[in-house]
């Protein structure tokens, strides 16, 4: 018989995006501090991400959030956001998740009326405010990481399009701006292509 292997998880939703929590099962990680330990997975150890979001576990659309032992003694816990593209170092909708997951489960006890706590994401900390009213988590905020124009206005050839006017933004990610009117475009359902 093959050895077995128990990973805990919790599936949560933040705005319709779905992220599995990995509580408990997975060893302790190298890594003085969140971002290493997250630099590790991503380049030693990508498996388990593969595992859980590739069939038959998992699916490409959701995201998997690993609870880790919080390096920065401002933080209650820590996490790393696995998704199909990689691991972003900071989401919304992931400490959304991640913040309701470690109170629904005990790992953070939950406190009635107003609680906050800071969570570590491989990004940095995470300001966290909970709503719960009779044992029951009813909201979750976060005061996201700051956000910056890396790049204002600049032009790109593109083939096929011609000139391009850009900016890139950073909110966790860095994101390309394009204006879609100056494209010829209406971001209407007839414009979407299968």
Known sequence: MKNLHTIRLLDT??????????????????????????????????????????????????????????????????????????????????????ATAVLETGIVPKQEGIQRFKLEAPAGLVQIEARVHNGVVESVTCEGLPSYIDTYRDTIQVPGIGEVTYSVAYSGGFYALVDAEALGFKLVRDEEQA
């Open 13 to 98: 939703h933040a705005g319709g995006d779905v992220s599995r929590i990995v509580t408990g099962g997975i060893d302790a990680l190298p890594g003085a501090t969140v971002r290493q330990q997250m630099e590790y997975l991503r380049d030693d150890a990508d498996g388990l991400r593969r595992l859980l979001l590739e069939e038959p576990y998992g699916i490409p659309e959701m995201s998997v959030d690993l609870l880790v032992p919080a390096t920065d003694p401002e933080a209650v816990a820590g996490y790393i956001i696995m998704e199909v593209m990689g691991y972003p170092i900071y989401s919304g909708s992931n400490t959304l998740c991640t």
